[in-house]
């Protein structure tokens, strides 16, 4: 019980803000900026090779994980204002 009252009391941050509801062309332009970034190696024809201890399974576990641990983050920081 006490615990609703201070987080209503808290102000949502900055994450958790509507604004980018309001006004989605720049999320618009990022998302298709990075698409497009991440399709140019595959229409080159580049290989996926190892390099050192970046092999390409572990850079597909890594960018799992990071995802996964940004919306662990997104969601601990705005589930009370949800």
């Known amino acids: ?8 009391s808290l102000t949502p941050p900055a994450c958790c803000s509507p604004r980018p509801l309001q006004e989605p062309t720049g999320i618009a332009l990022a998302f298709i900026i ?8 595959m229409t080159r024809g580049a290989k996926a090779e190892a390099f050192g201890p970046f092999t390409p399974n572990a ?3 890594n960018g799992r994980a990071a ?8 969601l ?6 949800l």
């Open 1 to 8: 019980m006490q615990g609703t009252a201070v987080c209503s």
């Open 34 to 41: 990075f698409m497009a970034a991440s399709l140019v190696p």
């Open 59 to 61: 850079e597909l576990i």
């Open 67 to 74: 995802m996964v641990g940004v919306l662990d983050c997104w």
């Open 76 to 81: 601990a920081a705005c589930a009370p204002f």
